[in-house]
């Protein structure tokens, strides 16, 4: 979710360390299967993420639901310029497999299950992961890694920008086991900073090996904004996070970062 978010991840091919003798790759994977208990398997699958940058008319024609769109083939074939527009930035983080978050404070776990992915020139990058962790009520967060359901499916989380399109946040479901029944934890993502206007993100290809571990495609279409007329076109963090006045209602709470909209609170709580 958009209050797990953290600036300034390290540059890195994976997302959570896949090497064997990780920490990471040595915790329980603690899934759920649906909303209301999560169970402990012996360790994660390795994710290979496959993902394609579009640019799109913010006209564009669309069905949204709170993770994917629907677009046009043509916005899908329309890769986003990583060179004459500057360059297209990608940040990942998720739950680590045991379904908490790496700590919200600067200085403190950088670079758990978070990265800075690099772009390359035909606007596509390839990045592996484990399978994260089920997150519920307390986002992972909860002190001393507690949580409560309802649990939610896993998901990594994705943040992407380019010059002249509106910022991108997603969530995208990843795990090799199914998830039954609703996700009762409600909408986590944030509503503006440029998730409406056709820009989301489409799963083009998903396939399982005999030993557990995901190869999937994704395509994130970004929805292409007027420019202001000035020569800097970049939009804050605080402008795309932090829509409300006042950070503390459940709304507000939940749907933002803690880190850039209220990191004073990272002095009193251990997150």
Known sequence: SAQTYKPGAPVKTTICDTDDDSSERNTKHRLARWPLTRRSYPSSPVITIAGRIRSCDGSSSSSSSSTTTTTTDTCASNPADNRNN???????WQARPDGTYSSLRYGVEEG???AAIEVGSDSSFHVETLVPGSVGMFSGIGPHGMDLPPYGPPVVNFFIQSQGHAPLLVNIPVSAK???GPDLRGPVLVSSGGNGGGASAQITSWNAEKNGDISISIDFFLATRPSDGGDDDSVSLSDVFCPSWFHGSPTSFFA????ICAPSLLDFFEL
């Open 86 to 92: 500057g360059p297209i930035t990608v940040e990942a």
């Open 112 to 114: 758990q299950c978070r």
């Open 178 to 180: 199914s998830f039954y």
């Open 256 to 259: 933002e970062p803690i880190s």
